[in-house]
């Protein structure tokens, strides 16, 4: 059933009473920036391939870097707005406004005439794709029971492989047609995520802690109840959750904390939380994916594999095999932990990396000569890395930030300084990928393998800086994770985690007259 539920803003809810289905639903909610992301590199992976597309727009290695890069031209002046635009208008309607910018700049992307006005529909559509990833990302963790938290959030951007497989399979069928719709009919089918997620919105409800910190105690206890324990405000999981959440943040309201990006700076223990926050976004851009992200039929020409069905076939495969791998780290970032999973894939990815650009300078030396199992053994590794990758930052990109850095993520700090936390971060990789999309296909043009070999040099810097100073996050509430940076948990209830398994057993009634009492004086 669907109950009606305020949400402190113009969009309304309707919203099941089964906690689990409303969960599914803020996930896939909360995927249109992850999704639309990965078809979009797909997509442009089997476009950079197709001689219809590159001819019809007379591309050079500049020109198609200008074309792939511009959208994250766009994703940076999104993330400059975007934590201001979620706490203002709230996590819901942020969401829906940035999806409509997204389908306007897929509309003007489909119909390009000329590379000028590809570019623009590039620039808006990476706009409304910035604001829709840290809308949903802080949405997505604000919202999610903390005991599913590692999978629903990991998801969140495992999805960019749904996506990316989508956009293989479809470019892979239109890469025969003869006419320009060989390119614009992927183009257009890339905004049925947006329209998704517009579908979904009036289902889930607006986020607990933007609610309380708007004044709407009661709204916000009723969707800490819907997304928690059934809809049950008396469950003590439930009550627990909403006590947190309250203490918290008066706790910062005690502090003077407020939601200016100041707050990023402000104290020692918020700058800590940023640097380690933000390293999340810069690692996962700089650790050598942009290259089969984007440019996989220029990465498949050094290893041999040249004829241009084969390299759309490679994608398809390459995206189910990227997914299966990402699927596998969700599960471990959520059992190991998040810093030994990064850690582990950041050194398999070194590896992989010297491995590649050894086997890529044979083949180049010698090319009329190289034998088959040189040319496969090369793409092997190439498949290898985009798997490791895929184990530790297509999960942790949205799941560890939020949770370590209390200004830098949505998921991990205090509320004043989520949002503009997840939203620097996503400024940081979007800034950035600019100067790597853009670059990497004049770099394979010009150096070929050496590419691989400096891109695995400054892998080895990444992987000792997440081994000292990266922390450990998972299993906490965003409120119980404050008491790694703080010091001190600002809350006199049990960790939620103790309540839910029984370890602690919570006096709901006490909590009750102390949440009457508190919320009273508030309103008086």
């Not at 689990?20 to 391939?49: K, R």
């Not at 495992?158 to 239109?174: E, H, Q, S």
């Not at 996962?284 to 041999?304: D, F, K, R, V, W």
């Not at 839910?500 to 009750?512: F, H, M, P, S, Y």
Request: with cysteine.
């Amino acid at each position: 059933m669907l109950k009606r539920t305020p949400t402190g803003t113009w969009l309304p809810a309707w919203v099941p009473e089964s906690t689990l289905m409303v969960s599914v639903l803020l996930m896939f909610c909360s995927i249109v920036q992850s999704a639309t992301g990965g078809y979009d590199g797909s997509m442009l992976n089997g476009l950079n391939i197709l001689p219809v597309y590159t001819d019809y727009f007379q591309l050079n290695p500049a020109t198609t870097g200008l074309n792939t890069a511009s959208v994250f031209i766009g994703c940076t002046f999104g993330t400059l707005v975007s934590g201001v635009l979620t706490d203002r208008l709230g996590r819901r309607p942020a969401i829906f406004w940035s999806s409509v910018i997204t389908l306007i700049g897929i509309a003007i992307q489909t119909a390009a005439q000329n590379i000028a006005m590809f570019v623009i529909g590039r620039i808006i559509l990476g706009l409304g794709s910035a604001i829709s990833g840290v809308s949903s990302g802080v949405f997505l963790s604000e919202a999610f029971p903390s005991r599913w938290r590692a999978w629903g959030v990991g998801l969140l951007n495992d999805f960019y492989y749904v996506g990316a497989l989508i956009a293989a399979g479809i470019t892979l069928g239109t890469g025969q047609w003869q006419s320009t719709w060989a390119w614009r009919l992927p183009s257009l089918i890339q905004g049925i995520f947006s329209i998704l997620c517009i579908v979904i919105l009036p289902f889930v409800p607006e986020s607990p802690r933007w609610l309380v910190h708007e004044g709407y105690f009661e709204y916000a206890r009723t969707s800490v109840a819907q997304t928690n324990s059934n809809g049950d405000i008396l469950d003590p999981v439930a009550v627990a959750v909403y006590k947190e959440i309250l203490d918290a943040l008066e706790w910062e309201k005690k502090e003077g904390r407020t939601m200016s990006p100041k707050e990023i700076i402000k104290t020692p223990t918020a700058r800590k939380r940023l640097l380690i926050g933000m390293s999340a976004g810069p690692f996962s851009c700089i650790a050598g994916n942009i290259i089969a992200s984007y440019y996989l039929g220029a990465e498949l020409e050094t290893a041999g594999i040249t004829d241009s069905n084969d390299q759309l076939k490679a994608n398809v495969v390459l995206n189910v095999w990227c997914l299966a791998c990402a699927l596998t780290g969700t599960h471990l970032a959520a059992t190991w932990g998040r810093k030994p999973t990064a850690l582990i894939s950041e050194i398999l990815l070194i590896i992989c990396l010297f491995i590649i650009g050894g086997l890529s300078k044979m083949y180049a030396d010698n090319p009329a000569n190289a034998s088959g199992s040189l040319i496969y053994g090369n793409v092997a590794a190439m498949f290898l890395f985009q798997g490791f990758y895929s184990v530790a930052w297509t999960p942790l990109l949205y799941l560890y930030p939020p949770e370590f850095v209390l200004l830098f993520l949505s998921q991990i700090g205090l509320y004043s300084i989520r949002a503009n936390g997840l939203a620097f971060s996503a400024l940081a990789l979007n800034l950035l990928a600019c100067v790597f999309v853009y670059i990497m296909p004049i770099g394979l043009n010009n150096i070929g393998w050496k590419m691989y070999m400096v891109n695995g040099s400054w892998d080895i810097v990444i992987a000792v800086l997440i081994a000292v100073f990266w922390v450990e996050t998972k299993g906490r509430t965003l409120e119980e994770i404050d008491a790694i940076f703080e010091g001190e948990k600002h809350s006199s209830v049990p960790d939620v985690e103790q309540v839910r398994t029984g370890q602690v057993k919570l006096d709901v009634n006490a909590i009750e007259q102390q949440l009457h009492a508190e919320i009273g004086a508030k309103n008086s």
